[in-house]
C-alpha cells in the first residue's frame, strides 16, 4: 500500500522560508521513473503544482515560482522536503506531496495536504 | 501556457441520476489528462488517467472521454458519497508543465 503524508509548520511568517516534508512508503525513489510531486490549494482556489523530483535527481519547478523553490530527497528515510523562501500571505495553501512516475505524468497518490498559513 | 477550463462550476444532480462534467484546454493536449477527486479532509484521488483510463480501484461507474482539446468526466447513477470537487490535469508536451481547471463541484440533492 502506498502513503504519503506531509508535514510541517501551520504558520509562517511573512519573508520567512517555509520547509515542508513528504515522508512515504509503499514505494521508493531508488526505483526507475519513480518521483514525488508537490501540490498546492489555497483555501476556494485551484490546484497549482509546484515542484517535483525524480528518482535521478531530475528536478522541475513551476515557471512562476521556480526562484523560490529548492527541492531534496533522502532515499534513506523515504523522505522529500521542499522550500518556499520569502513567504507571504498568498502562500496560504494546503500543500499536497504525490507520487508521479515517468511516461505516466499525472499523480497517482496522494498525501491528505497540510495547511499553511502564512500570517504576522 | 496551457489553460485548462472547467464547466460547469457547480453542479446538482440526485441520487441514481448521470453527472457529466466538461473540460476543455486551451490547446491540444491529445489524451494527456487526468481527473481527480478532492473530498474535504482526505487525500485526493486519481479516477482518470489518459482521457479514458480507469485507475485502479475506481468504480465503473466513473469514465472518461475525448481527445484534443474538449474533455467530459461522466458518472452514471451518482451516490451521495460521489460528493466532491472534481478537477482535470493536463500533462501534455515534454517536460509537462502540470496545469489544473479551477474544478466542478459536484452536489447531490
Known amino acids: 500500500q502506498i502513503t504519503l503524508k506531509e508535514s510541517g509548520p501551520t504558520l509562517v511568517e511573512p519573508t520567512q522560508t517555509l520547509t515542508l516534508t513528504c515522508t512515504f512508503s509503499g514505494f521508493s525513489l531508488t526505483h526507475s521513473g519513480v518521483g514525488v510531486a508537490w501540490i498546492r490549494q489555497p483555501p476556494g482556489k485551484a490546484l497549482e503544482w509546484l515542484a517535483l523530483?525524480?528518482?535521478?535527481?531530475?528536478?522541475r519547478f513551476s515557471p512562476s515560482l521556480k526562484s523560490r523553490l529548492t527541492i531534496t530527497k533522502d532515499t534513506s528515510k523515504n523522505q522529500v522536503v521542499l522550500t518556499m523562501t520569502d513567504m507571504d500571505p498568498v502562500d496560504t495553501a494546503t500543500y499536497f506531496c504525490?507520487?508521479?512516475?515517468?511516461?505516466?505524468?499525472?499523480?497517482?497518490?496522494w498525501g491528505q495536504g497540510t495547511l499553511v498559513t502564512i500570517s504576522p | 501556457e496551457i489553460v485548462m477550463t472547467q464547466s460547469p462550476a457547480t453542479l446538482s444532480v440526485s441520487p441514481g441520476e448521470r453527472a457529466t462534467l466538461s473540460c476543455r484546454a486551451s490547446q491540444n493536449i491529445n489524451n494527456y489528462l487526468a481527473w481527480y477527486q478532492l473530498k474535504p479532509g482526505q487525500a485526493p484521488r486519481l479516477l482518470i488517467y489518459g482521457a479514458s483510463t480507469r485507475a485502479t480501484d475506481i468504480p465503473a461507474r466513473f469514465s472518461g472521454s475525448g481527445s484534443g482539446t474538449e474533455f467530459t468526466l461522466t458518472i452514471n447513477s451518482v451516490q451521495s458519497e460521489d460528493l466532491a470537487v472534481y478537477y482535470c490535469q493536463q500533462y501534455e508536451g515534454w517536460p509537462p508543465t502540470y496545469t489544473f481547471g479551477l474544478g466542478t463541484k459536484l452536489e447531490i440533492k
Open positions: 504525490a507520487r508521479i512516475k515517468m511516461a505516466a505524468e499525472y499523480f497517482h497518490q
Open positions: 523530483i525524480y528518482w535521478d535527481d531530475d528536478r
